[in-house]
């Protein structure tokens, strides 16, 4: 029997997946918080960025379906709530929808999915999946990329604001918002995981979750740039520069 | 209620499917049937591509598993004996590993799967799980794709023949049997699908679960392409060309 590493160093493990494999690593990253985007690879960014966040509260309910304690349970809800809103507060989905109206997207459009590229629904899909099919401990290793997003928030919200005249505190509060609630989440989420993976073995699947969540995230940026950034090659099906626009450009 | 369309006009329907989305449109098979691949991106499409072989008699036994119909089993078993092999037959999942071999590839290292671009397995994986979830029409349906592949097949083998020093009656043994192979199958499931599929609803299904099906396989050029053909974008994780080669390059 190998011993399970301590928990620092278990720690510091789960932290490197994310230098070495976090989607801010991705060139379609650089490009947009650099204002390098065009409108329509905007555009495209915040049509199938969304079908993720439509996807994270039925991930997060797949995961609940199977939590038999009831403390875990009232302790994972929020992110629900986070994302679906309550009567206080919209919801990230409401949030992101409203970026949409901000670039001009008709956010009926967006809510469709419609135009969505296959890449990014596999990939999202077999995240929902992956939380549904394994071990409560891998589904909550998989949720340790918000670890890594306040960096990338922080970045983007910059990026966004410095370089795009669309970028003001309204079309940004989804990622301001993030910046909120991520931390509590994954504060809750980390020290389960440090818990609970208590052999080298249940260490190396929390370490094997990690890493197939950041590829479901580097899939998705891959499967966007090479679509819509130069040379680009839209799909048959997928969304065309000009569909799905709030109102006729002039 | 709409009236079913004639079978004429849905077999039709079907194939106009094929016409405007089948994968023999991707740039990556022009690339690689005119000799324009480097060999390094000729392993890494067998690297992929086994992938997607090495997890279809996975489907068709996901498929099996839900029909209770023993003539209809009996009729798809082949399919599995087609890849897996019998005692008279090697099996495409073996002829594929010759193909591995012939370009110069360690067939362990090929049939690990290691390397594999996350974006092919997102892909497949729903194909799997498409099969395993819909109702049996649909997953019928969704294996109608082989309609268009002769043409490919037949494309492929005189492409790599005239193009490729590798290319050879062994290393291509995997396409000159799936032209034997396919059209069987794929008369009794377009012969199956035009007999079920007696409603309107039904035979949207049908076009729906094609039209995925193009997705999966368009997806997995996709990431292919973005991957490994210039400007190249190799993710964290996947193959690195070099790796996985059955002998020292001189």
């Given at each position: 029997m190998r011993e399970p590493a301590s928990r620092a160093d278990f720690e510091a493990r789960l932290r490197r997946i994310g230098d070495e494999?976090?989607?801010?690593?991705?060139p379609f990253h650089g490009l947009l918080h650099s204002g390098g985007c065009t409108m329509d690879q905007v555009q495209a960014w915040v049509i199938n960025r969304y079908y993720y966040q439509s996807r994270i509260p039925m991930k997060d309910a797949a995961f609940m379906s199977r939590v038999e304690d009831p403390a875990l349970r009232r302790a994972w809800r929020s992110r629900i709530e986070d994302h679906d809103g309550t009567a206080e507060n919209e919801g990230g989905i409401s949030r992101w929808l409203r970026l949409a109206e901000a670039v001009n997207l008709d956010p009926e459009y967006v809510a469709s999915?419609?135009?969505?590229?296959a890449g990014t629904r596999f990939a999202v899909d077999a995240y929902v999946r992956f939380v549904r099919d394994k071990t409560l401990l891998e589904a909550v290793a998989s949720s340790l990329t918000e670890l890594f997003a306040p960096k990338i928030h922080s970045e983007r919200i910059a990026g966004l604001l410095a370089h795009y005249?669309?970028?003001d505190d309204n079309s940004t509060a989804y990622f301001q918002n993030r910046l909120k609630e991520a931390p509590k989440d994954v504060a809750f989420g980390l020290a389960w995981v440090l818990d609970h993976a208590d052999t080298a073995e249940k260490q190396d699947a929390c370490a094997a979750a990690l890493t197939f969540k950041t590829d479901v995230l580097w899939s998705q940026l891959d499967a966007l740039h090479s679509a819509y950034v130069a040379p680009a090659r839209i799909p048959p099906g997928a969304w065309q520069p000009g569909?799905?626009?709030l109102e006729k450009a002039a």
């Open positions: 494999r976090y989607h801010d690593k991705h999915t419609r135009g969505v590229l005249d669309f970028a569909e799905g626009q």
